[in-house]
């Protein structure tokens, strides 16, 4: 890299920087006004080797003019030059980058900052428009075959094939602002196909299903995961020596991370748990050992499905103390307390407010963790928000229980929401992946009639085993 300079006596002095790969090149400067072709250093006879001073004339100038203008030096090493003002405009600090020949940042002028930043703010709101757009459009204006142009441009540009800007996937720049822009705007409008046409939501994020990642999608309740065996989302059924049974998980165990809120609340619902079954518990760590505790509570003799029900209402009353359940029947779902001095409206309920269900679905992750594993909010079934997608439902995949996913989370969940807190529940369980989909605000149907709640135990099923083993054949652990 060599260093050129203009000097006149008064001592202004203009510099650049240039490298020897730029000999030969013409290129316009916005610092000088002669442009000619750069000439390398053995070309110039006149000029001396070492940082000495040589005079040159006018001819000389174009010379390093168009060695300014290239954006190149001659090779080898350094040396300076004399050349008069008038031939070279004062030049700002710049440096050159491979082969261009580019301004130091931080020495723009206030006409090209300006410039630069109506240009930031012009492709924000461009990506603005792009992503909200769809929030003021009606649901009957999703169109799949703009959701999957969507999806062509999303490829795209995440494959660094896009030209919308610097910054790339990665990087946060434009190309990283347009991406989240597209896939925001993919999300909507799959959601308003979801809210007008459920079945076509279905098909079509079934087939998206190898180019949309699933926590992108938003909800996916009844969609297919890639490349499982099951043709649907629904589990599949065998029978075997004349039982009904509903084939084990297809996807591999999830090894899971407890945070220290996890363990401390799990210690403490374990011991609510032994303290409200008769001092039930078991050796076993962590899960296991409170799946444990519940598989021996429902195995009790002569134990029955409300009695399950009930001791879990009560465990989950009382981890959440009595402080937040009143805090949350008046500032969420609207219930007058009975000491309101109104006494026509005390008692009674005029929600839930609208925000109920989604700032639930946003709480819930943080402080169900430890029973449920990780979970991300989405869409209910309906569409709206207020939904929470349990990734792969800890309690259930440690269990492999029908009897005990339905008796001791789904029911007594759903009862606890409504009855306590004030708020409708669903849950729906996927046998097939053990994913579980929370839908706060929802109304759920009856076990006999929900069909995410197929007939019959788990081929795998330890509860059955040992109900075979106790010679009880004829118990049915998985109705209500």
């Not at 006149?8 to 013409?26: A, D, F, N, T, Y």
């Not at 050349?83 to 070279?88: M, T």
């Not at 959701?147 to 795209?156: G, T």
């Not at 399950?308 to 989950?316: A, G, N, W, Y």
Request: hydrophobic share 40%; proline share 8%.
């Amino acid at each position: 890299m060599q260093k050129f300079r203009s000097q006149k006596s008064g001592g202004l002095k203009s510099e650049i920087v240039v490298r020897p790969s730029h000999i030969g090149r013409q290129i316009p400067s916005p610092y000088l006004y002669p442009c000619t072709t750069v000439m390398s250093r053995r070309a110039n006879a006149g000029a001396r080797s070492g940082n000495s001073m040589v005079p040159l004339g006018s001819a000389s100038s174009l010379l390093l003019a168009a060695i300014v203008l290239a954006g190149a030096p001659p090779a080898a090493s350094s040396f300076s030059t004399t050349l008069p003002l008038h031939r070279c405009a004062p030049l700002p600090p710049s440096r050159c980058v491979g082969n261009s020949w580019r301004r130091n940042p931080s020495a723009q002028t206030p006409a090209l900052a300006a410039s630069t930043l109506v240009d930031q703010v012009a492709g924000a709101y461009d990506c603005a428009s792009l992503a909200l757009g769809p929030l003021f459009q009606p649901d009957a204006s999703a169109d799949v075959n703009e959701i999957v142009r969507l999806c062509d441009e999303i490829d795209e540009l995440a494959s660094g094939g896009g030209s919308s800007g610097s910054g790339g996937v990665g990087g946060g720049g434009a190309g990283g602002l347009r991406l989240g822009a597209l896939r925001y705007r993919r999300y909507e409008l799959l959601a308003k196909l979801m809210r007008a046409d459920y079945d076509a939501y279905i098909t079509t994020a079934t087939f998206l299903g190898n180019r949309v990642a699933r926590h992108e999608l938003p909800n996916v309740q009844d969609v297919p995961y890639p490349n499982l065996a099951a043709p649907s989302g629904e589990a599949a059924v065998v029978i075997e020596e004349g039982e009904t049974l509903v084939m084990d998980c297809e996807m591999g165990d999830l090894v899971y991370e407890d945070s220290l809120l996890d363990k401390v609340l799990l210690k403490v619902f374990r011991y609510l748990v032994k303290d409200n079954t008769g001092g039930l518990t078991s050796p076993l760590p962590g899960i296991l050992g409170l799946v444990e505790q519940g598989r021996s509570f429902m195995l009790k003799p002569g134990q029955t499905a409300e009695a399950q029900q009930k001791m879990v209402r009560k465990t989950l009353g009382d981890l959440m103390t009595p402080v937040l359940p009143p805090f949350y029947r008046i500032f969420m779902t609207g219930i007058v307390p009975d000491s309101f001095p109104v006494k026509s409206l005390a008692g009674k309920q005029i929600g839930p407010w609208f925000y109920a269900p989604f700032l639930t679905s946003f709480v819930t992750p943080l402080f169900f963790a430890f029973l449920v594993g990780p979970s991300r909010i989405n869409r209910r079934k309906d569409g709206h928000v207020g939904g929470l997608n349990v990734e792969k439902c800890k309690f259930l995949q440690e269990s492999g229980c029908k009897g005990i996913c339905l008796h001791m989370c789904k029911l007594p969940a759903q009862q606890f929401f409504k009855d306590e807190l004030g708020l409708p529940l669903t849950v729906s369980p996927n046998f097939v992946t053990q994913e579980c989909q929370w839908s706060f605000g929802q109304e759920p149907l009856p076990p006999d009639e929900d069909p995410s709640f197929p007939k019959g135990c788990l081929v795998g099923c330890e509860s059955r085993r040992q109900v075979a083993a106790m010679g009880d054949g004829s118990a049915d652990l998985c109705s209500v």
